[in-house]
């Protein structure tokens, strides 16, 4: 009786304890199942938001190609360089295209391109769908992908722009872009993640409509429990689809297994299964842990990820806005790093990103957050910051670290970068505003010359605009022919001899009138457009020698101001050399005005440079003299004849001591090195009886005459006696 009683209660046991088990193992099964859903569909968000912005960076590439094309109203003067400097700057990017009414007429680079030159986009039946639904959309739109002649599979952006016409907008043509597949996926972390047993798709939809097709993929294919993100491509969509590895742990029949055995050895046992459930969940939990670590981390640097970031970014501004705190987001980005991997390989690459990686996580504090954000980009998240200084103090100590050599296969590398800065909260209200912000502001940086920082400031956006408009403006001015040269006589100080004149450019723009050098030289010289401009104003300088060669028996000069970067274009004795033969002008009537900054950071071809242009018979004045770091005895080498004491200086030549005593040393000692000198910005009859004192050679001043345009220049020059009268000059 006993036996069935007791035989009874372990049944019993057993049936309540297999129950319970088979319950336990299965809610826990259930939690892991979702956990493991969960951080799958993050992890494919990750990777989806990682091509989405590869793709918007490389097409913002035929953005800037279509705003030139707009810009120049249809034309393209330099389309291959222009082309490639976008493709450097954006990287990514296989080839640049322009289609003029279709047809491409423009590739950089061409080479293996050949085949597609005069191809009409909108005839070939397998690209006119897409392009016809771009014109229609008025917008950017992603052709393909598709299987290339010349081997891989690519997709291309087009970009359609339309010109105002008197009727309204007409279409142009298109800007376009090449993408390789394989360089898009390069840039997630799928090929790591398939080595780790994940599996991945890549789809897009066909032209029916319906039809999904796949074109991009792991080498197995799709297991169950797959997650799918749509991503949104320039006027489309694409789908990436991920699965997990097969199964991490088993639970359900590991925890099944135990059950029955704990049914069998029933209420001995029942201890056991009442903690199985626990192991099972510890498990999970270390799994799950280990999972949330891969899916917030960059593989190949340890760091955190775009994703923890952005995640991390959000959270940290809602804080700085809730409690009044501040935090900074810097944005650093390797400068010319595409040189290193085209050159090097990419194992390479990846070790100095690893390398570079290290340096940046230990220059921050322990609760700051750096991220390698893909490529050769990282961000660093700095809390609780205190000042201006501080964060600039980051900066420097992070640039410099970038900057220390890095060592590899018996080779020294030195690399630099940029870095834009956005201050939370006030930089943007979101986590986008504020990662675009930081952008702009490397950008800027990169723009302002490379190895720098950069504080993200909203006039930023309107100072790049303006720049790139006064850019595009020069340029039509140049072809416009709207540089005039005025010319601004300059007079022997014993005798009130005229000795010739400078000329001096002035823009006569259609819309805002005579414009002045200081409001268009800078732009000219940060674009490079100043070469161009020197030569044209040395054409028509000559020109205009010429004419008043043949009026004036004199021998006098005409001072031509050369700019720092055209001092230094190595064309520059061969095309002064074929203007002056062109215009059958004599060298010895022309003069070259340089800076002392034209001589500081190379003097060994200054000294070549300035020996040759007198070979030719030209004489060099060294303008501005005093504001520089050029020393007199440094002019004792170079074939220089003349000094022209910086305006600045004569100003308050009568009511400054030390700029009196400056002024008779300087023309004392260019005397003994039988340099003449030249006084400019004589504006009062006071400056000039000091500088006749100090026995300056010649002078140049409103108090003569302000610059003049070049007929009545010129008029002065033929006014007998050639001469002022230094009692009582004009004006
Ligand atoms: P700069 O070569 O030192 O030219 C002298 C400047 O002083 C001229 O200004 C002239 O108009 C001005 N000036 C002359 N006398 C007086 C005076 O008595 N009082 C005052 N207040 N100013 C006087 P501008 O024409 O505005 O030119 C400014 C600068 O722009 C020039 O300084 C030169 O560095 C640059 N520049 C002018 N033309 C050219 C050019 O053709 N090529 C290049 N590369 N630079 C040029
Ligand atoms: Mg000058
Ligand atoms: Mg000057």
Redesign the pocket.
Known sequence: MKFFKQLAVILATAVVVAGLGIYLTHTTNTIHENEQRFLLSELVATQASAIERRLERSFSATRILAQEVMQNRGLFDDFDGYAREVINTIGGISNLQLAPDGIVTYIYPLAGNEKAIGHNILKVDARKVDAFKAIKDRRMTVAGPFQLVQGGVGLIGRNPIFLPTDDGDKFWGFASALIFVDDLLEFTELSQWESRGYRYTLSHLLDDGKTWEVFAYSARPIGPGAHTVTIQIPNGEWHLTMSGPPVLVNTTYYGYLLTILATMIAALMAWYIVRQPEVLRTVVAQKTRELKVMAHQDHLTGLSNRRFLTDQLERILRDCERNQRNAVLLYLDLDDFKRINDSFGHSVGDQFLLNIAQRIHSTVRQGDIVARLGGDEFGILLQNTQSVSDIAKVADKLLEQVRQPIHSNNRTFTLSASIGITLLPQDGNDVTTLLRNADLAMYASKRLGKGHYQFFDTKLQATALEKMELEQDLILALSRDEFV??Y?PFYALDSGVLRGF?????WQHPERGLL???SF?SVA?ESGK?IE??YV?LEQACRQIKMLENQYPNSIRVA????QR?FKDPLLLEAIQAILQRHQVDATMLEF?I?ESCLMDDVDSAIETLTELSQLGISIAI??FGTGYSSLSMLKHLPVSKL?I??SF??DLVSNLADRKIVQGVITMAHTLQISVVA????TGAQLHLLQAFRSDLG????FN??LPAAEAFQVAMKIPQKIDLDSPAE
């Open positions: 040269l005025h601004q400078e000329a001096l450019v002035r002045y050098p200081d030289i010289e100043i401009m020197g104003i031509v101001n050369l700019s055209q005005e800076t303008d501005d022209k910086d305006r004569i100003t400019e910005g004589i504006e140049q001043g409103y108090l302000r610059p």
